[in-house]
């Protein structure tokens, strides 16, 4: 595994440990679904500007995109507040999942410009994210619990995703 993998991998970890730990947000009580939604995406932007600046070098600008995606939604608290309505909190995570789906896009298109054959993995990728986004969104409509539980699949099954990349770019390159 070359750094820009090693960093990718452990980012992912980092994203399925805070998809575990909201998961777990409502044993503790803890069911603020504004202070949690404010917390997510602030660590998923502070963990993307990690990120870019760790792998700079590769010239891959998924984690500075990431990170101003993550931003635009946490500014969009100021103006609505995501415990006043599951809707509310249904319209930040679309808006976000459609801003990561453009910088995922971007990433699917250049790996295809280059005839990197992760473009097919990239794009499929895209679609997973996507369709748990949709759903994610979908399911907010019920009480604060099942909200947080929700969100805190979403963030898993987020890691999960960009956990496969490096994994498969290691496997492929040992092939």
């Not at 459609?98 to 699917?108: E, F, N, V």
Request: glycine share 6%; hydrophobic share 55%.
């Amino acid at each position: 595994m070359n750094k820009k993998q090693k960093v990718d991998t452990v980012i992912a970890l980092i994203s399925i440990l805070i998809g575990v730990i909201v998961l777990l947000m409502p044993l503790f009580g803890m069911t603020n679904i504004k202070i949690l939604s404010i917390g997510i995406f602030s660590s998923y932007a502070i963990l993307s500007i990690i990120q870019f600046i760790l792998t700079r070098s590769s010239k891959d600008y998924e984690g500075i995109h990431s990170a101003l995606a993550s931003i635009v939604i946490l500014l969009a608290h100021i103006f609505w507040d995501p415990s006043s309505s599951p809707k509310v909190l249904a319209m930040f995570i679309m808006a976000w999942v459609i801003l990561m789906a453009i910088t995922k896009l971007k990433k699917a298109d250049y790996y295809h410009d280059r005839k990197d054959r992760m473009w097919k993995y990239s794009a499929f990728n895209l679609g997973l994210f996507i369709l748990t986004g949709i759903i994610a969104s979908i399911n907010l409509g019920y009480n604060v619990e099942t909200q947080i539980l929700v969100l805190g699949f979403f963030i898993l099954i987020n890691g999960i995703l960009e956990l496969f990349e490096p994994v498969t770019k290691t496997l492929i390159a040992h092939k």
